[in-house]
């Protein structure tokens, strides 16, 4: 499932790491590809700074599909593309669920509420990357992170 772009012609190392997986309607799934993922962020020199926050938005988006997107439904399967260079990581999540409105995700940091937990995912995806978006349904989210070499 996993692959490697080739070396360069120049003889350089891989230049990218790719896989796509179908993780389980369970929580505790996206350990399947998570310690892979920082793996790979690690080996191509992103700092630990935006390894913890690459960590946590995809952690969380991966839970938000499994949780509130499939419904932990064990029929249902989340996939996850990857793609980390030593410039950018991207992130591609697609549950099967019916979808959301992401405006429609109350802001957690207005005063009355400050005290309720739903939101709060959202809000540190879109702080931690550079782009993200989400397809029209609700049911994908693609994340990136960019950096300069």
């Not at 929580?27 to 630990?48: V, Y």
């Not at 030593?86 to 400050?114: H, K, S, Y």
């Amino acid at each position: 499932m996993s692959n490697s772009s080739p070396s360069s012609a120049d003889g350089s190392a891989d230049s990218s790491w790719q896989k796509s997986i179908d993780l389980p309607s369970e929580r505790g799934a996206s350990k399947l590809i998570m310690d892979e993922l920082l793996d790979r962020l690690g080996e191509h020199g992103w700092p630990s700074a935006d390894i913890f926050s690459i960590h946590l938005a995809a952690e969380e988006a991966i839970v938000n599909a499994i949780v509130h997107g499939n419904k932990l439904d064990d029929t249902k399967k989340v996939h996850v593309e990857c793609l980390v260079s030593p410039t950018l990581a991207r992130i591609e999540i697609t549950d099967e669920g019916d979808g959301f409105n992401p405006a429609d995700v109350p802001d957690c940091t207005q005063d009355d509420r400050l005290d309720v937990p739903s939101g709060r995912g959202v809000m540190l995806i879109h702080n931690f990357m550079t782009k993200v978006a989400y397809n029209a349904k609700g049911n994908q989210v693609v994340m990136e992170k960019s950096r300069d070499k």
